[in-house]
């Protein structure tokens, strides 16, 4: 069996706050088999100033180079011109006025889908030619109308585009993916159907029953997985699943530094204190101060595994986790920067935890206390307080803008 490629866009994760929920959006791909580069592209823009979030998936025909070439310019088209608030029939016309057209089939040479999210209202969708997508409200699909618009123009004239609109409500998903989902086990013991749309559903509803809380990532890394399973391992198109998820927000909280005013480390531990999603703590002496306040032990993580480079891990019950300042951050900041598309083993060590919890939260909160550390100050300059700031809006700008996360950094 020839080597099989996959393409997590972990990234793509877009927390983005909607009336009292937030928006998980991921990809998750495989290539052709033996193919390097994928036929299919996944795009998604956050636009902050309109509280928007535009999505595409496009599937270039065919597979390799070639494909993701026609996959990448539909994409663009679709994602600028409906950052423009153009017409939806506007925005395919010019798509497929501009690609090339297979001579022999007259079919255009990529197919799209764009999601169009409004947090202050709606959220339209518009299908070309991809599968149909999914729009789920609790266990069942939402009964939703969908109206087909006919293209009148010279060259795409009988073409098809179907869209919808629809208010959202906390624990809706959308669902929906390129051709090689709903034709995957085409052929197979007599199989002349493939995975249809109906049967994708029954498989998400089936993972829904089992985990109603069922990430975004997990979800469309399922479908991706059975389609591949369909395909008897052997993908026979490129394949991508976008699985999208509105839902209550995941908080995490790291804490770094004791503050500058002593009198304020009651104020700042009470903060971590009374914080609800998941706490981390960065530094020594920052832990030594939350423990003394709480009265609480930090225990060595015996279960945790080591980094050579960093301090063992360590825990406070009813807080979290433990680790050193400076370097465990440093190490964050470069774990990210050099695997920002797939998450590190939730083992790897205190950085590599740190990274995971990160991943799984939409809102990252950042105590830095601005005491300076004799241990680390240079005489002349505060250089560990230099450090510790420049590091933690390393990091947040690097969640913001690559990861999109929503980043808050409080100084004490």
């Given at each position: 069996m020839e080597s099989q490629t996959?393409?997590?866009?972990?990234?793509?994760?877009?927390?983005?706050?909607?009336?009292?929920?937030?928006?998980?959006?991921?990809?998750?791909?495989?290539?052709?088999?033996?193919?390097?580069?994928?036929?299919?592209?996944?795009?998604?823009?956050?636009?902050?100033?309109?509280?928007?979030?535009?999505?595409?998936?496009?599937?270039?025909?065919?597979?390799?180079?070639?494909?993701?070439?026609?996959?990448?310019?539909?994409?663009?088209?679709?994602?600028?011109?409906?950052?423009?608030?153009?017409?939806?029939?506007?925005?395919?016309?010019?798509?497929?006025?501009?690609?090339?057209?297979n001579a022999e089939t007259s079919t255009?040479?990529?197919?799209?889908?764009?999601?169009?999210?409004?947090?202050?209202?709606?959220?339209?969708?518009?299908?070309?030619?991809?599968?149909?997508?999914?729009?789920?409200?609790?266990?069942?699909?939402?009964?939703?109308?969908?109206?087909?618009?006919?293209?009148?123009?010279?060259?795409?004239?009988?073409?098809v585009l179907k869209m919808t609109t629809f208010i959202p409500r906390n624990g809706d998903r959308i669902i929906f993916g390129s051709d090689g989902i709903v034709q995957s086990g085409l052929g197979i013991l007599n199989n002349n159907v493939g995975w249809p749309v109906e049967k994708v559903k029954e498989y998400v509803l089936q993972l829904m029953m089992n985990n109603p809380y069922i990430s975004a990532s997990e979800l469309a890394q399922k479908v991706v997985n059975q389609a591949h399973r369909n395909d008897g391992y052997v993908s026979k198109d490129d394949m991508s699943c976008v699985s999208i998820y509105f839902r209550n927000p995941r908080e995490c909280m790291i804490c770094t530094g004791p503050p500058y005013d002593k009198s304020r480390d009651v104020e700042y531990v009470q903060t971590l204190k009374n914080f609800k999603g998941k706490k981390i703590i960065c530094g020594g002496t920052t832990a030594k101060i939350i423990a003394k306040y709480l009265n609480l032990n930090v225990e060595t993580d015996r279960n945790a595994v080591v980094d050579p480079d960093l301090p063992p891990l360590h825990i406070m019950p009813g807080i979290g986790i433990v680790t050193e300042?400076?370097?465990?951050?440093?190490?964050?900041?470069?774990?990210?920067?050099?695997?920002?598309?797939?998450?590190?083993?939730?083992?790897a060590g205190p950085a590599?935890?740190?990274?995971?919890?990160?991943?799984?939260?939409d809102m990252v909160h950042f105590l830095v206390g601005t005491s300076l550390n004799s241990a680390h100050q240079d005489p002349e300059l505060p250089v560990e307080l230099e450090i510790?700031?420049?590091?933690?809006?390393?990091?947040?700008?690097?969640?913001?803008?690559?990861?999109?996360?929503?980043?808050?950094?409080?100084?004490?």
């Amino acid at each position: 069996m020839e080597s099989q490629t996959i393409n997590t866009i972990g990234r793509k994760s877009v927390p983005v706050k909607s009336r009292d929920f937030f928006v998980e959006v991921f990809c998750k791909q495989r290539n052709y088999n033996g193919e390097h580069i994928c036929g299919d592209v996944f795009r998604v823009k956050r636009i902050k100033t309109e509280n928007r979030m535009i999505i595409v998936l496009s599937d270039g025909m065919g597979h390799g180079v070639k494909a993701n070439v026609m996959a990448t310019l539909t994409s663009s088209f679709a994602l600028n011109f409906t950052e423009e608030h153009k017409d939806f029939e506007r925005i395919a016309d010019i798509i497929m006025n501009t690609l090339p057209v297979n001579a022999e089939t007259s079919t255009s040479y990529s197919t799209f889908t764009i999601v169009d999210i409004d947090f202050a209202g709606s959220v339209k969708v518009m299908e070309y030619d991809n599968p149909h997508a999914l729009i789920l409200r609790g266990f069942e699909e939402l009964d939703i109308p969908w109206s087909k618009l006919v293209m009148d123009t010279e060259r795409n004239k009988g073409k098809v585009l179907k869209m919808t609109t629809f208010i959202p409500r906390n624990g809706d998903r959308i669902i929906f993916g390129s051709d090689g989902i709903v034709q995957s086990g085409l052929g197979i013991l007599n199989n002349n159907v493939g995975w249809p749309v109906e049967k994708v559903k029954e498989y998400v509803l089936q993972l829904m029953m089992n985990n109603p809380y069922i990430s975004a990532s997990e979800l469309a890394q399922k479908v991706v997985n059975q389609a591949h399973r369909n395909d008897g391992y052997v993908s026979k198109d490129d394949m991508s699943c976008v699985s999208i998820y509105f839902r209550n927000p995941r908080e995490c909280m790291i804490c770094t530094g004791p503050p500058y005013d002593k009198s304020r480390d009651v104020e700042y531990v009470q903060t971590l204190k009374n914080f609800k999603g998941k706490k981390i703590i960065c530094g020594g002496t920052t832990a030594k101060i939350i423990a003394k306040y709480l009265n609480l032990n930090v225990e060595t993580d015996r279960n945790a595994v080591v980094d050579p480079d960093l301090p063992p891990l360590h825990i406070m019950p009813g807080i979290g986790i433990v680790t050193e300042g400076i370097l465990t951050l440093t190490k964050v900041y470069n774990l990210l920067e050099q695997d920002s598309s797939n998450s590190p083993d939730a083992d790897a060590g205190p950085a590599g935890r740190i990274v995971s919890i990160i991943h799984e939260s939409d809102m990252v909160h950042f105590l830095v206390g601005t005491s300076l550390n004799s241990a680390h100050q240079d005489p002349e300059l505060p250089v560990e307080l230099e450090i510790r700031r420049t590091i933690v809006k390393r990091i947040a700008k690097l969640l913001d803008e690559v990861f999109m996360k929503d980043v808050k950094i409080t100084y004490y």
